[in-house]
């Protein structure tokens, strides 16, 4: 069934806690028709320019209301579209959306994407992607039409708690927490592991700090400090991100020590779950993943769009 109504557009920094539910809403409402989460994240908090508008919204019903309390309203408001901008670094940015089954194919997803291109090329980006879950069978025709092109694809792996509680702590390494006093050697060691400006990692680093939900670490080991790593909440377990190590250590066994670390320290916090993302080309980290128990969980393509 398709419906068509007017449908305004109104673009905002961050979520109300009305917006937040209507957007809970619209995701469980399209997770329920597709058979997939949609992958609309929250954590635009840690984008590096704080003040650039990064969710956009797509009202039907009338005259889109400026803090509207849900997915329905009083004024008969409805969500039925939402886009967000994640962009740590101000050279790259990624774009996902998702729309109520009901309002596709009525230019409401162009529309939403439309808008926050325009706002990253305003404010400089150097590049831009679009997220689609692979499974969605319209990704192709949606990266299409913005003259996009494919990049890459990551996987999402899931350890469950009973993995979780056959991890052991390596002799080798130790996790030591970032704090304001560490950020500055953190940030060139971020910057050696992953080849990116120490300005953009301090931005980043910096959001990381002032977020409740997520820690990160510097890596030791015999040889010095040799890596990094970080965990977010993600409800009752964990997501692990920014796993590396320096590049004059690597293959020496120091990722996989690191991993099983951060594995025996969600363990002893009862997570229900670990959660990681790896490119779908670096078989080596996929390799290592599985065989710590990972299992895939979806994935995710990412569509280059032309600036």
């Known amino acids: 069934m398709t419906v068509s109504l007017d449908v305004q557009f109104t673009d905002s920094v961050s979520l109300s806690p009305g917006e937040h539910q209507a957007v809970k809403a619209l995701t469980a409402r399209c997770a329920d028709y597709d058979g997939f989460e949609p992958g609309l994240h929250f954590d635009t908090h840690l984008n590096a320019d704080r003040s650039m508008p990064a969710w956009r919204l797509a009202w039907a019903h009338g005259k889109a209301p400026q803090r509207p309390v849900g997915a329905d309203d009083r004024r008969g408001s409805i969500l039925v579209g939402a886009a967000r901008v994640f962009a740590p670094t101000r050279r790259e940015a990624e774009i996902s959306a998702c729309v109520d089954p009901v309002y596709r194919h009525q230019g409401v997803c162009r529309s939403l994407h439309d808008g926050l291109v325009e706002v990253l090329k305003a404010a400089g980006t150097e590049s831009i992607l679009l997220a689609c879950n692979a499974a969605l069978p319209s990704a192709q025709a949606i990266a299409s039409c913005f003259g996009a092109m494919m990049d890459h694809t990551e996987y999402r792996m899931v350890l469950p708690a009973e993995g979780l509680a056959a991890a052991k702590a390596p002799d080798t390494v130790r996790l030591t927490p970032v ?15 992953f080849g990116d400006e120490d300005r953009e990692w301090k931005e980043f680093a910096k959001a990381m700090l002032d977020d409740p939900e997520r820690e990160q670490f510097m890596v030791h080991a015999p040889e010095g400090v040799t890596g990094t790593v970080s965990i977010g909440r993600e409800g ?3 997501m692990i991100n920014g796993l590396g190590v320096v590049p004059e250590l690597r293959g020496r066994g120091l990722g996989g020590a690191i991993l099983d670390s951060c594995l025996f320290v969600l363990a002893r916090r009862s997570a229900t779950h670990a959660a990681l993302e790896v490119d779908a080309d670096n078989a080596p980290a996929r390799a290592l993943y599985r065989s710590r128990g990972f299992l895939d ?5 990412y569509w280059r769009v032309q600036t």
């Open 179 to 193: 704090s304001s006093s560490s950020l500055a050697e953190y940030v060139k060691l971020a910057a050696a592991v």
């Open 297 to 301: 969980q979806g994935c995710t393509n």
């Open 236 to 238: 009752t377990g964990f």
